[in-house]
């Protein structure tokens, strides 16, 4: 199973990004998919989280700018970033709870995708 972001790049202060994360190989079902960040010099932090049954989590510096959707036809998982800030540059990744059996659950992570806000 692999994992791979993309939409990242360079956009000024105010502007909007979108990212995708796209999840392939054996999979038997998507659940739930997240997005973190890790900006140079801190830890990796949680951003937003949506279940297969559509509940969705923010956290508070992302709430009323960050949107988390899904389609679960392409399992992909996407993150509409507006309004953003300089403080919102950092490596972006994905993850999500596969299953690749009815038994068998993992935990995967993409390789991460830069986004950087200019002011």
């Known amino acids: 199973v692999q994992l791979v972001e993309s939409g990242g790049g360079l956009v000024q202060a105010g502007g909007s990004l979108t990212l995708s994360c796209v999840a392939s190989?054996?999979?038997?079902?998507?659940?739930?998919m997240r997005w973190y960040r890790q900006a140079p010099g801190k830890q990796r932090e949680g951003v937003a989280g949506?279940?297969?049954?559509?509940?969705?989590h923010y956290t508070d510096f992302v709430k009323g700018r960050f949107t988390i959707s899904r389609d679960d036809a392409k399992n992909t998982v996407y993150l509409q970033m507006n309004s953003l800030k300089t403080e919102d540059t950092a490596v972006y990744y994905c993850?999500?709870?596969?299953?690749?059996?009815?038994?068998?659950?993992?935990?995967?992570w993409g390789q991460g995708t830069q986004v950087t806000v200019s002011s």
């Open positions: 993850s999500a709870d596969i299953k690749v059996s009815q038994n068998y659950e993992y935990d995967y």
């Open positions: 190989g054996n999979i038997y079902k998507v659940n739930t």
């Open positions: 949506l279940t297969t049954g559509g509940t969705v």
